[in-house]
């Protein structure tokens, strides 16, 4: 959830941290603070509630940001850490924003994650005389930290660190600076990402490669488990033991270009608008010599054709991907498939064994009750397969197969491209399930395979055609308290991420439902000039469908309610129930989803915006959940 950066090399580190803070504020943005160290003893913290540009007000200015000829340590630093908050523990208070001290004031530490044993070791300390200064869980951190290292100066900040991180309990990353080694950082892991960068006589650590991406591309991805420390010549990295520990270094395929908002008001709009990019890039080099290959498979084909059961796990966005994945695999395989929120998985007691397929969907590759789900599904001897959008995390470190959607850096909290690139991975590990089993011949295959890559031109023929009439619908539509979306087969799942999209965004009550459940209570809510969003199957693919939606838009005009339509080009029978049509471009029913999802994106992003709210940082909501 929160953002960490840090610093070590021959820059100012003040600027290195502000300008890291700003890409990784989509992490949390209810405080921020830096941590610098200066070569003279000096440890200087900086923190402001709200967002960062509180903390730039109040940081020390003596000519340029990051000079290092100022008189303040802030100003001559050029070791240094950084942190943008979600709020676990404690209001988003100036008192509870990172970093914290110990009593001495020379540890500092930042923290993303929860440290689960944290109230026993604060009633330790407490018991130990000292006082802390905080609400949060991580200042207990700091105070370890400190005493540890003055048992052992010689061991050094290191040391001191693996002492600590041994009692800690829960998923954690944490980055400790000390005044009394001004040229190094020492960051820990468990669970929670973390990635280093190697630059040329600098070093850096963030959540994100997105903080750093400015001054290198050169990275290497943390595991489990391990202590890095940085100094501005390398990075050392251990176990929590003090064991040399393995590391997989990689290069970051995409520039700072990609993480800019491109002459957009907000990421959000840029991000909408790249998704024929990513579709196109997520399925590229997928299909080789007639078959559909996956990023990374450490299974058989046996062992594939040994699974007789999927589960899907997943939360929010992606969970509305694995319900997609659902209608594809059960369609090509003939196998049967169950689509779980990954938070309540693991405490069903679900009947796994190694016949079992579990795919774990995550944007980030660490999303805390996604992550627990696969370790169980592991410890139940299932097989694992991930779909992930960050190269490297530790989903796909504990999964068996990786599959990569290649959207690239995504900055707006509120999915958009990493969903629809989402939806077109499930499809490809439906191809790649169906063709094991031998559901599908090798041209079947690759006539499904082409089918899915003319999604991206259908979808480009959407943005062309819908973004503008559907901003000005969703600003007429702003000031309404409520809106209902209703889908059947493949548009169900489509019309619950349309009402979620309107809720991250304009907090608006907004609830998707299969619409033959419509008469079964939610028929209840309509009332005079409610809208209902409706999301109609194909009048070809699906004509039964079809016909009892439009008996359903009947049913809700009757009540007074306010029609919007997102229906296939052509579609005339619609025509005349529906207030405000949006037409996309007719295609197959599994590609249905990835037109009629645009739309939706464009009218709540809109609709945000037209009542005030900042559409890339929706209230209490962070892009990546680490903690459960």
Known sequence: MCGIVGYVGWRGAQEVLVNGLRRLEYRGYDSAGVAVVDGKGGLEVHRAAGPLDNLVAVLPEDGAVGSVSGSSAALRATTGMGHTRWATHGPPTDRNAHPHRDATGKVAVVHNGIIENFAALRAELEAEGVELASDTDTEVAAHLVARAFSADPDGGLTAAVRATVARLEGAFTLVFTHADRPDEIVAARRSSPLVVGVGQGEMFVASDVAAFIDHTRDAVELGQDQVVTLTADGAVVTDFHGETAR??????????????????????????????????????????????????????????????????????????????????????????????????????????????????????????????????????????????????????????????????????????KTFT??????????????????????????????????????????????????????????????????????????????????????????????????????????????????????????????????????????????????????????RPFAEHLIEVPAVSTLLQPLVASIPLQVFAAEVARARGYDVDKPRNLAKSVTVE
């Open 247 to 416: 590391t997989r270094p990689f290069h970051v395929d995409w520039d700072i270009a990609a993480a800019e908002k491109g002459g957009h008001d907000f990421f959000m709009l840029k991000e909408i608008e790249e998704q024929p990019a990513s579709l196109a890039d997520t399925l590229r080099g997928h299909l080789v010599d007639g078959r559909v290959v996956l990023d990374e498979q450490r299974l058989s084909d046996q062992e594939l054709r040994d699974i007789d059961k999927v589960f899907v796990v997943a939360c929010g966005t992606a969970y509305h991907a694995g319900l997609l994945a659902k209608y594809a695999i059960e369609h090509w395989c003939r196998i049967p498939v169950e689509v779980e929120v990954a938070s309540e998985f693991r405490y069903r007691d679900p009947v796994l064994d190694r016949s079992t397929l579990v795919v774990a969907i995550s944007q980030s590759g660490e999303t805390a009750d996604t992550l627990e789900a696969v370790r169980h599904a592991r410890e139940q001897k299932a097989r694992v397969l991930a779909i992930c959008n960050t190269n490297g995390a530790q989903i796909p470190r504990e999964s068996d197969a990786v599959l990569y959607t290649h959207a690239g850096p995504e900055v707006g909290v509120a999915a958009t």
């Open 421 to 574: 690139a989402q939806v077109i991975a499930c499809y490809l590990v439906g191809l790649a399930l169906a063709q094991t089993f031998g559901t599908k011949y090798a041209d079947e295959v690759a006539r499904e395979y082409a089918e899915l890559e003319s999604s991206a031109d259908a979808v480009a023929r959407v943005l062309e055609a819908v973004v503008e009439p559907t901003r000005a619908l969703a600003r007429d539509l702003a000031p309404s308290k409520a809106v209902l979306f209703l889908g059947r087969h493949v548009g169900f799942p489509v019309a619950l991420e349309g009402a979620l999209k309107l809720k991250e965004l304009a907090y608006m009550h907004a609830e998707g439902f299969a619409a033959g459940e419509l008469k079964h209570g939610p028929i209840a809510l309509i009332e005079q000039d409610l809208p209902v969003v409706v999301v109609m199957p194909s009048p070809k693919g699906r004509a039964i469908l079809h016909q009892k939606l439009l008996s359903n838009i009947r049913e809700i005009q009757a009540r007074g309610a306010r029609t919007i339509v997102v229906a296939e080009e052509g579609d005339e029978t619609v």
